[in-house]
Every structure is written in structure tokens, then in C-alpha cells.
């Protein structure tokens, strides 16, 4: 039964686990050792479960406890050429690490699913998502940390059972908050992050391709709330006669990510 952990989403921490106790995925490690070993556990997950780690890209908020939990955990670490080289650069990685370079649009194949990488529009060299298909013919997808949805990304998401999607800022709280106007423009920018807005746009396009399970994530703890995000994004749903609990399911996950699995 395939099953989907959020254990971290925000713009402080990501990590995702796709797979079941007997071994997964883990996608993105920006929390720290102790930390993803904790929520693991908390969710009945082993360290030991994690068979390999897919990295997005190279932003702190995804990489921050991959060098410690190599070195308790040795496990293949998958990314494209230049992450994995800008990675290998910032001496993330231990000295004997196992580096499997992935192209996007490739799959390649792991002990509990094939796995396809798809190019993001980001500001990190070599930013991607990915998309699992695991052994039960189910498929989920992670797409977040991109500031425009390409042909690549549509390719990537569409069909998926479940998807990870970035629900980032609202406008307004960005307009009226903290942030200084250069900041603004990047977070808005092509290379930035999705809005909510955004993030109901593309909803409505995946639940249209065949999505039955909608998970909101990397939320900005500055410029959004959970509400907001859900509101805005439900409400455009509803207008398109798209129905909650009956069309899809939409859950919003905390920076703690969700407090269960979801099954897909």
C-alpha cells in the first residue's frame, strides 16, 4: 500500500518519505538528523527505511541534515549533475557518499519505485521535482520551490494520484509584510515561489489530469497562513464545480508536516 509522509514543509524545513516501513524514499532533508530520525520514528518509520534520498536542490531549507544523516545512514543520495556538483562543492556530502546523477525526464529505478526527475524553475542551479511511481502502479509527484509552471512541470504532475504542491505566499501578506521590495520581486519572480493563487490554478489542472489527493506545502511562515492557503485555493476549486471530499481531497501540511500518512 503505497503511503505519503510530510515530515517537514515549509520555508524552513522540507523532507517527504514515499513508501512504507519495509523501505522508501526520502525526498529532500532540510531538517536535522535528529529531527528526521524523530519524525520518522513518530510516524513509525526506522531511519533504516530510508533506502535513498532524492535532493530538489541545494537551498538550506532542503539540505540542511543531509551530511549527518549520511554519516549515521549511508544511503545513494539521486539529484541532477548540478546540484549534486554545487552540493559536493559546499562539502555536504562524507568523503565516500554514493552520488547517482539523474537527468531530468529520466527514471531511474530504486528497490521500491521508479523515479522521475522534472526541471523547476528556481533559483538553484539544476532545481527539480519528482515524480514516484511505486510497485502498486500508484504515482505521487513533489513539485514545489518553482516560480512558474513549465511543459516540463505539467509533464511531470499530471496523472500523479497524490502531489506535493507548493503553496508559498499570499500577495497581499508579501505586499504588507517584513520582507524588503528586492525580496518581494524574487519570491514573486519566475524563479521564485507559487502563490495561492497560483497553487489553485495548477490544483485545478491536476484534479482535471486525474489527481485524487491534493497536499498544500512549503508555506511561507511570514507571508501565508494554513487557512489562507486552503481558503484560497478550495474557493477556486468550488467555483470550477470541484468538490471536496468527493472530487479530491486537500489536506494543508504544517511546518511539521502532516501528523498521518496519506494513502494513495
Do not use: W
Not at 102 to 116: F, G, K, M, N, W
Not at 221 to 236: F, R
Amino acid at each position: 500500500m503505497s503511503k505519503f509522509y510530510s515530515l517537514f514543509s515549509s520555508s524552513k524545513g522540507n523532507a517527504s518519505f514515499i513508501g512504507s516501513p519495509a523501505g522508501g524514499m526520502l525526498v529532500d532533508a532540510g531538517a536535522t538528523c535528529r529531527k528526521l530520525v524523530q519524525s520518522l520514528e513518530a510516524h513509525g518509520l526506522s531511519a533504516e527505511a530510508v533506502q535513498g534520498i532524492c535532493i530538489t536542490h541545494t537551498h538550506t531549507d532542503h539540505i540542511k541534515g543531509l551530511r549527518v544523516f549520511l554519516n549515521q545512514h549511508p544511503v545513494p543520495v539521486y539529484g541532477t549533475a548540478e546540484t549534486l556538483a554545487q552540493l559536493r562543492a559546499l562539502d555536504k556530502f562524507p568523503q565516500n557518499a554514493d552520488l547517482r546523477e539523474i537527468l531530468p525526464a529520466e527514471t531511474i529505478h530504486t528497490d521500491t519505485a521508479a523515479v522521475t526527475a522534472f526541471a523547476t524553475m528556481h533559483d538553484s542551479p539544476g532545481s527539480c521535482g519528482y515524480r514516484f511511481e511505486l510497485s502498486d502502479g500508484q504515482t505521487c509527484a513533489v513539485c514545489t520551490d518553482l516560480g512558474c509552471v513549465t511543459p516540463e512541470v505539467k509533464k511531470g504532475v499530471y496523472g500523479a494520484d497524490l502531489v506535493l504542491l507548493e503553496a508559498n505566499y499570499d500577495p497581499n501578506m508579501l505586499r504588507n509584510g517584513p520582507y524588503p521590495e528586492m525580496l518581494q520581486e524574487r519570491i514573486r519572480g519566475k524563479y521564485g515561489h507559487l502563490s495561492n493563487g497560483d497553487s489553485a490554478g495548477i490544483a485545478e489542472a491536476l484534479i482535471a489530469h486525474g489527481t485524487t489527493r491534493l497536499i498544500l506545502g512549503h508555506l511561507s511562515e511570514n507571508n501565508n497562513t494554513m487557512p489562507l492557503a486552503q481558503q484560497t485555493v478550495l474557493e477556486h476549486l468550488q467555483e470550477q464545480g470541484m468538490r471536496r471530499n468527493q472530487d479530491f481531497l486537500l489536506q494543508v501540511s504544517s511546518p511539521e508536516g502532516l501528523k498521518q500518512a496519506v494513502i494513495f
